[in-house]
């Protein structure tokens, strides 16, 4: 059976595919390398499928149209080491009866743990006494800090960013309130939540942490009469998608101090140098890295290889991501 890694070399690469990661694929498939030193046109990626059952894809491989598909009469698997799909995958692709799997899962509590992280990192006031000790060598007397245990956390949008976020926060004994028009309120009882209102969440929770997708309809779904509603010491977390915030909005009602913020995505990326985000205390910017750390990338394609030969007799497992899955995904 033969792969094609459409990954191009290099140190991204090579991340996901260390020496050991390389070999176990190796052992089990005969495999093609993407030696080009770069991402493959449709046309390219065309030539490079004839007689592949499996293709495993990454960040920046070109979609998977008709005319890339033309000559993939064998293909089987499409196997993303990457989380969403959307950009890579069509109905095309799944009338073709092609599987699709990801590592979007593995990428979810990735960034769940990034996401307590930014939370605990603001509560706790850790950028300004890390500043304090550079500049003071202690803090100052009137210090003040918070913390996680017994706060009342929403989360708006419930995919897997979120549930696994929620199983989290139980760890803090938090009250977690869930916006999410799909999830029932059994669901939301399962992870020791309740459904909640768009307006119950802004007005209500100390900490709002989004985990919408970026389709148009969440476009600025996130504008000023939700922000409005923010009390002064509410914390509000992004982790998903810039574009689903009111970005120039927000950062002028964070410069008039009516809420504190922790971004991680931005509508332009990279920031801009003039942002009006930048150089506000009450915000921390992080340069879009909630997840995946780096250090788990290989173990993400390990476990694409080891899902293969359930994949390929038809089993069904957790990194499948189904036809229906692929369009609530971010483009």
């Known amino acids: 059976m033969k792969v094609f890694v459409n990954l191009p070399e290099g140190t991204t690469r090579e991340s996901f595919f260390p020496l050991n990661v390389k070999e176990k694929l190796e052992n089990s498939y005969k495999v ?25 894809t990454g960040w920046g491989s070109v979609e998977f149209s008709e005319r ?18 959307a950009a890579l995958t069509k109905d095309n692709v799944y009338d073709r009866g092609i599987r699709v799997i990801s590592g979007n899962d593995l990428y979810a509590r990735s960034v769940a743990e990034g996401t307590i992280c930014y939370i605990l990192a603001a509560l706790r006031r850790i950028p300004q006494f890390c500043g304090q000790m550079s500049r003071d060598g202690w803090h100052l007397p009137d210090w003040y800090s918070e913390g996680l245990i017994g706060q009342k956390v929403g989360l708006v ?19 977690i309130f869930i916006y999410a028009d799909h999830v029932s309120e059994e669901e939301a009882a399962s992870y020791g939540a309740k459904k909640a209102t768009a307006e119950e969440v802004f007005s209500q929770c100390k900490i709002i942490s989004l985990h919408l997708a970026r389709t148009p309809e969440t476009f600025h779904i996130i504008g000023r009469e939700l922000l409005s509603m923010l009390k002064p010491d509410s914390l509000l977390v992004n982790t998903a998608r810039g574009s689903i915030i009111d970005e120039q909005t ?39 890295m909630a997840g ?9 394609t390990e476990a694409l290889i080891d899902a293969l030969p359930d994949v390929l007799s038809g089993k069904e497992t957790y990194l499948d991501i189904s036809r229906e899955a692929m369009h609530r995904m971010t483009i």
């Not at 890339?68 to 799909?85: C, D, M, P, R, S």
């Open 32 to 56: 093609i390398w993407n030696e080009t030193g770069k991402n493959l046109t449709e046309d390219e990626l065309c030539e490079y499928l004839k007689d592949i059952d499996i293709c495993f």
């Open 68 to 85: 890339a598909l033309k000559n993939a009469e064998k293909l089987k698997v499409i196997a993303h080491t990457g989380g969403t799909v």
């Open 157 to 175: 949008g419930f995919g897997a960013v979120a549930r696994h976020t929620a199983r989290l926060l139980s760890a803090f004994d938090a009250e």
């Open 250 to 288: 927000m950062a002028e009602m964070l410069k008039d101090g009516k809420f504190r913020a922790v971004l991680d995505v931005y509508e332009k990326e990279p920031l801009p140098a003039d942002s009006p985000l930048r150089g506000l205390e009450n915000v921390i910017l992080i340069p879009h």
């Open 292 to 300: 995946p750390t780096v250090d788990r990338r290989p173990f993400i």
